[in-house]
């Protein structure tokens, strides 16, 4: 009997921590990747493309290179990524709320592993891109969730306008 209820909690267990630790994809519940910032892209919509480097400083700080994007409510724009720094760094954008929480369980399970559509993490010297149609105007944020990173200054705006 014992060995059933150790076997039962060790399952519950570590199925909880498999699932948190895990693919994070569809763990806000949103359908078809259609979140309040808008959905991914198709590529021969997007007419823009933005450059985005992430890197460290000398300071310690921690940037995004601009820190600040304007784009217009239903435009579909290509995001170019390049990791300039020496350490992963990753881009998750959302609604405030939506990455302050994203955040909270980052610090609980650093390990997680993303396959968000608005979200890309990238090794030193790496690029990639997201191809995203902000589909809703209003004020937005993006942001490294990497422990720590948040806090040394990965951060910055999106602002969708009408």
Known sequence: MKRILAAAV??????????????HAGG?????????????????????????????????????????LKVKEGETVRLKFTNKGETDHEFVMDTTEGVMEHKVLMEKFPEMEHSDPNAIRLAPGAK??????????GDFTFACLIPGHYDAGMKGDITVAH
């Open 10 to 23: 060790l399952m519950a267990v570590s199925s909880g921590i498999a699932f948190a630790t895990g693919n």
């Open 128 to 137: 990639g891109e997201i191809i995203w149609t902000f589909a809703k105007a």
């Open 28 to 68: 806000h519940g949103e359908e078809a990747g259609t979140i309040a910032i808008g959905k991914p892209g198709k590529a021969a919509q997007a007419k823009r493309v933005v450059n985005i480097a992430m890197s460290e400083k000398e300071d310690g700080s921690m940037v995004f290179e601009p820190a600040v």
